[in-house]
């Protein structure tokens, strides 16, 4: 089969570099820059295009099956690309007790676009990187010759696909923030960035694993460590998927600053982190932080 063209999407790359005029950093001297990753695609925005567009062009039109929560973003954006690319897509759900329940409107769009929906027990979804386990779910989705991509997108591929990221940003931040997940983005971003930069990541899950996660990928993708990063732990509001209201009315109030609608699972929680640490004082005068928006709020 011929390998896929992603490109054929017409991504808007680079991504805008918009500078936002925030009070509570221009008055420690900082300077605020949005990298507008939100807006490369309207399927498959932010790190997802970043992460997806490389092992798409691997899978040579393959069928593709990756992994997922019930409200997972990634799984939509792989559904998105299946149907705009057209090609077959499984989506692997944690939760056997969804199956048979109506879909909620993530996974409903997920449907919509073509992909079919296989819903596994939480031990099995656990175990999904032993290759026995991963045979089992594959024969179940009578998928044994499909292209697998990791929960969030995050492989080597992907790292690599991220470090374009970084190059993005060279010269133009001395710290580039984004929001975590699995990982690889921070991994590709801090590749890219070269010496003079520093990539800055947030988890949005509890945990503290991620610093293993991101030097795994490094080490597949790149050899070893490539570039500077550090992981602040602080802002995760309780767990992936979890909120608190005052991320809700700091993000509101962002919204309403600057007209950008922030994203409350992954954006506003990176953009919390580094407000709080401008006003900690962590990074000196004349600082210039680039913000990554790695999605936009979901419509439905």
Not at 103 to 120: H, I, K, T, W
Request: one cysteine or more; glycine letters at 12%.
């Amino acid at each position: 089969m011929n390998a896929l063209d992603p490109a054929s999407l017409a991504p808007r790359l680079p991504s805008p570099l918009q500078p936002v005029e925030d009070e509570r950093f221009t008055r420690r001297g900082v300077r605020l820059l949005l990298k507008r990753d939100d807006l490369i695609h309207p399927d498959l925005p932010g790190n997802k295009w970043r992460k997806l567009a490389p092992n798409l062009a691997a899978a040579a039109g393959r069928p593709v099956v990756t992994f997922g929560g019930a409200y997972s973003n990634h799984l939509r954006a792989t559904a998105a690309a299946g149907r705009l690319l057209g090609f077959p897509t499984v989506g692997v759900v944690r939760g056997e007790e969804l199956a048979g329940r109506p879909l909620n409107p993530s996974l409903a769009r997920c449907a919509a676009d073509g992909m079919r929906l296989e819903f596994v027990d939480r031990a099995a979804y656990r175990a999904k990187r032993d290759p026995g386990t991963l045979a089992r779910i594959l024969r179940a989705a009578g998928a044994e010759d499909a292209y697998v991509v990791p929960e969030g997108g995050s492989n080597a591929l992907a790292a690599r696909g991220c470090r374009e990221l970084g190059l993005e940003l060279r010269g133009k931040a001395d710290v580039a923030a984004v929001a975590c997940g699995t990982g690889g983005t921070l991994a590709g971003l801090a590749a890219g960035l070269g010496p003079s930069g520093r990539a800055l990541g947030v988890p949005v899950l509890r945990g503290g694993f991620l610093g293993a996660e991101v030097r795994a990928l490094q080490r597949e993708a790149f050899g070893g460590p490539a570039g500077a990063w550090s992981l602040e732990e602080r802002f995760h509001c309780g767990g992936y998927a979890r909120t608190t209201p005052e991320l809700h009315a700091f993000a509101d109030d962002f919204d309403e600053r600057h007209e950008v609608a922030i994203e409350r699972l992954y954006v506003a929680k990176m953009l919390l982190a580094l407000t709080t640490l401008t006003e900690e004082g962590a990074f000196p005068p004349g600082t210039v932080l680039a913000a990554v928006v790695t999605g936009r709020p979901d419509p439905s």
